[in-house]
């Protein structure tokens, strides 16, 4: 079983950054992947970019060029950097890990982008 707890979400102007965490209740290079979505009000949660243990990314075409996701194995713990925000990015970001076939979700941090 994997637990995860996530961080660093808040209120931030258009333009501005935030980086979220997300810390592991077991070693991040036993997990295959994991990865950040979102889920804004009245839709479907969305991915927004995953990193593998091989330090493969991925990124939903909306967050290229302005979301990072890395990996920091020594603090089992994944970072989204997360820069020029825009209206559109306000949703509630969940850390998801996958270390085999089961899928593990945190409990959501909500990031609101708002001037």
């Known amino acids: 079983q994997v637990q995860l707890v996530e961080s660093g979400g808040g209120l931030v102007q258009p333009g501005g950054s935030l980086r979220l965490s997300c810390a592991t209740s077991?070693?991040?290079?036993?997990?295959?992947?994991m990865g950040w979505y979102r889920q804004a009000p009245g839709k479907q949660r969305e991915l927004v970019a995953t990193i593998t243990s091989g330090a493969s990314t991925n990124y939903a075409d909306s967050v290229k060029g302005r979301f990072t996701i890395s990996r920091d194995n020594a603090e089992n713990t994944v970072h989204l950097q997360m820069n020029s925000l825009k209206p559109e990015d306000t949703a509630v970001y969940y850390c998801?890990?996958?270390?085999?076939?089961?899928?593990?979700w945190g409990q959501g941090t909500q990031v609101s982008v708002s001037s």
């Open positions: 998801n890990a996958v270390p085999d076939g089961r899928i593990y």
């Open positions: 077991r070693s991040i290079l036993s997990i295959y992947r």
